[in-house]
T-cell receptor, first 115, second 115 residues
Framework: DTGVSQDPRHKITKRGQNVTFRCDPI?????LYWYRQTLGQGPEFLTY????????KSRLLSDRFSAERPKGSFSTLEIQRTEQGDSAMYLC?????????????FGPGTRLTVL | AQSVTQPDIHITVSEGASLELRCNYS??????LFWYVQSPGQGLQLLLK??????LVQGIKGFEAEFKRSQSSFNLRKPSVHWSDAAEYFC?????????????FGTGTRLQVTL
């Protein structure tokens, strides 16, 4: 399967702990996106990479959040000092540079529960 | 700012009946519009998209949507619903903000199909 993959699929942590999620995009896609989805809501944009450059960050991405894509391939999203309000599904998507306003292909998501 | 409204949180239809899911958008220029479907435990899957041209677009799984600029709407339709269509449906609008192509999603409509 050559779709977008995310690891882990589920993460349970205690408040105050740090967590890191990984996203592997479709191999030829140079654009990578992170979204957050809370219960009963649609996904909300967090940040966007083109190759290794982080080009936009949402105001939802507080100082406790950091995302990287060091070699322009996989990406990590780290949340420091987690809070109960961080509990959500974190979705990763990627898209091709060859198509204008290309479809974003989504991974299955990482469900975070902060106790 | 761009926004999407899906006025129906939950819709129940009988198998074989027709379906229409409503979507209204707000965007300052020509919008890029999408419909995604999300099944439990699955990632978001693109059903169809509209960029320009013919205002009636065909998608996968027998779905279609009609773009109506005068009503700022992009409603999703299916002539005959199957039990496997039960899922959450999201309308999204995309645009180019700086160099980003983030999507803004509605809150979703949960479709229940009765046999």
């Amino acid at each position: 399967d050559t779709g977008v993959s995310q690891d882990p699929r589920h993460k349970i942590t205690k408040r105050g702990q740090n967590v890191t999620f990984r996203c592997d995009p479709i191999s030829e896609h140079n654009r990578l996106y992170w979204y957050r989805q809370t219960l009963g809501q649609g996904p909300e944009f967090l940040t966007y990479f083109q190759n290794e450059a982080q080009l936009e960050k949402s105001r939802l991405l507080s100082d406790r959040f950091s995302a990287e894509r060091p070699k322009g391939s996989f990406s990590t999203l780290e949340i420091q000092r987690t809070e109960q309000g961080d509990s959500a599904m974190y979705l990763c998507a990627s898209s091709s540079p060859l198509v204008r306003m290309a479809e974003q292909f989504f991974g299955p998501g990482t469900r975070l529960t902060v106790l | 700012a761009q926004s999407v409204t899906q006025p129906d949180i939950h819709i129940t239809v009988s198998e074989g009946a027709s379906l229409e899911l409503r979507c209204n958008y707000s965007y300052g220029a020509t919008p890029y519009l999408f419909w995604y479907v999300q099944s439990p435990g699955q990632g978001l899957q693109l059903l169809l998209k509209y960029f320009s041209g013919d205002t009636l677009v065909q998608g996968i799984k027998g779905f279609e949507a009609e773009f109506k600029r005068s009503q700022s709407s992009f409603n999703l339709r299916k002539p005959s619903v199957h039990w496997s269509d039960a899922a959450e449906y999201f309308c999204a609008v995309g645009g180019v903000w700086g160099t980003a192509s983030k999507l803004t999603f509605g809150t979703g409509t949960r479709l229940q199909v009765t046999l």
